[in-house]
């Protein structure tokens, strides 16, 4: 696995409503796309900063991912994102390398990438994103 570039970092906040007017009047980026999740229970809005995105994350269940990570940690940094060709292949190769992952096979996640997830204990603290646009070699 060799990723790309950082595709994007998540930071799960309480409320959309909220945090997007701060990156928008006082970092002075624009929020370009705002889409629901339904299976991972919660609501995004993206920033562009160079190639890079923010990902801002919202529950839309208390009981959902991001709702239990906030109910414990507070808002903050959720996961970053790797961008990789492939990322059957790359999960593929850190499981062979004893990597704890999260899924063992890809699914959709927002703005229709591929995603896959790894284990914050085998990554040192930091959950771990792995995607590709299917459409676009990232």
Do not use: W
């Amino acid at each position: 696995m060799k990723p790309k570039k950082i595709e994007h970092i998540g930071i799960a906040v309480k409320s959309l409503e909220t945090a997007i007017p701060f990156f928008e009047s006082v970092l002075g980026l624009t929020c370009y796309a705002i889409e629901e999740v339904k299976d991972q229970k919660v609501k995004t809005a993206f920033f562009k900063v160079g190639d890079t995105k923010i990902e801002l994350l919202e529950s839309t269940d208390p009981e959902g991912p991001i709702g239990k990570f906030i109910e414990k940690r507070g808002e903050g940094v959720h996961h970053i994102a790797l961008a990789v060709e492939n990322v059957q292949q790359a999960l593929n190769e850190a499981s062979d390398k004893g990597v704890m992952l999260i899924d063992k096979q890809p699914r959709k996640g927002a703005e229709g990438l591929n995603i896959a997830f790894i284990h914050p204990k085998s990554t040192f603290g930091i959950l771990t994103e792995l995607c590709e646009n299917p459409n676009i070699n990232c």
